[in-house]
C-alpha cells in the first residue's frame, strides 16, 4: 500500500472511490470541491491518496483543522489503507500547527456536518483510533421539492408579495453582488459570506434577498456549499426584520431554484427545523456525530 500526494489529475479515479465507499453522503459529486477546493480560512487542502500497485484504493483530504473526506474501496478494506491515510492526514495536520482535527464538518467546505450516525462502523473505527465523539448531536432535514404542493412558484410569488406589501424589495441578487456579501460578514461573519460568494459564483446565481431603503434585510442562498446537490443554506435575516415573513419568502425561492435539478432539497446543519417543516414539509431528518482528534 502506497501514500502519496493526490493530484487534480487523478480525479476521475478518485471520484470512483468515493462513489463505491461514502453510502451515506453524495461524496463523489463533489468531489473536487471537498479534495481540491479551498475553505474559508484553510488554503488548497493536503488531497491523499492509496495505492494498491497501480490502482487507487482510498482518499483523504486534510485542510487546516478539518479531515475533510476519508474513504476507501470497499472491497479494499480491512489491509490498512484507512490507517495510513488516517495516519497521514493526523501528522500533516499536526505539522501545520492543527490543535485537533475535526471530521468532515469544515465551515465553509463541508460534505457534511459530522458523520452520518448510521455510520456506526466509521464511528467506531475512528474511537479505536483514540478520536472522540462529542455530545452535539448536528442535523440536516431534506424537504421535498417536486410534487409539494407547498414548493410551488405560485406560493413563492404570493410569499414574495406578502413582503413586499410590507415595504421590502425581494428579488435575486446579482452575479457581482460583493456589497452583500460584505453586508453578511459585517452582520454575521463565520463562514457565510464565503459560502454567499461561491452561491452568487452558480448559474443561476443561488442567492435571494431582501432589502429595504437599499439596505439588506435578509438573504437565502443555495449551492454555496457542496456545489449541485441542491442544499440549502446559509440563511441569515437582520435581527430588526425578523418575523415578517422574509426567511419563508426567501427560503420558497431557493426551493423553487433547486427544484428545477433535484427532487429534494438538504438542509444542512439545521438551526429552528419547525421553520422548515411550517414551509415545507419536512420528509426525512439526518442527523451527525462530531468526531474529534485531540493531541
Ligand atoms: C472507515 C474506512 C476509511 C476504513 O478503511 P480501511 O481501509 O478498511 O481501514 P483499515 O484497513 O486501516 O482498518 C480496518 C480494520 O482492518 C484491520 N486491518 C488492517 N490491515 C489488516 C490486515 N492486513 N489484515 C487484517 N486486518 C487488517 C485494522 O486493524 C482495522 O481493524 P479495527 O477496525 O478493529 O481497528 C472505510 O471503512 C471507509 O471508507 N468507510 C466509508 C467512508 C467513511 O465512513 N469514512 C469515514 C468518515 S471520515
Known sequence: MRIAELTQAELTAATAVL???????????????????????????????AWDGERL???????GRWLRVLAVMPDARVRGAGSALLAEA???????????LRALDEPGNYLAPGID?????????????????????????????????????????????????????????????????????????????????????ARPVGVHVALREDAYCAFAAHDGNNRG?????????????????????LLLACLVDVAVEHERCEVAWIGPRPFYDKVAGVVEDREFAVMTRNW
Open 19 to 49: 462513489a463505491a465507499a461514502c453510502a451515506y453522503d453524495r461524496a463523489a459529486e463533489v468531489a473536487a470541491e471537498k479534495l481540491f477546493g479551498p475553505g474559508p480560512t484553510t488554503p488548497i487542502p493536503r488531497a491523499l491518496g
Open 57 to 63: 484504493v482510498g482518499v483523504a483530504a486534510v485542510a
Open 229 to 249: 446537490l441542491g442544499w440549502f443554506g446559509p440563511t441569515g435575516t437582520w435581527p430588526a426584520h425578523r418575523g415578517q415573513g422574509l426567511g419563508e419568502a
Open 117 to 201: 450516525t448510521r455510520n456506526g462502523e466509521a464511528i467506531a473505527w475512528l474511537a479505536r483510533r483514540g478520536w472522540q465523539r462529542g455530545d452535539e448531536v448536528r442535523a440536516n432535514c431534506l424537504l421535498a421539492v417536486r410534487g409539494n404542493p407547498r414548493v410551488t412558484a405560485a406560493r413563492a410569488a404570493t410569499a414574495a408579495a406578502r413582503v413586499r406589501a410590507l415595504g421590502y424589495e425581494v428579488r435575486r441578487a446579482e452575479v457581482d453582488e460583493v456589497a452583500l456579501v460584505e453586508a453578511a460578514r459585517a452582520e454575521f461573519g463565520g463562514a457565510w459570506p464565503f459560502e454567499l460568494a461561491r452561491a452568487l459564483a
Open 90 to 100: 493526523e501528522r500533516h495536520a499536526r505539522a501545520v500547527g492543527a490543535p485537533r
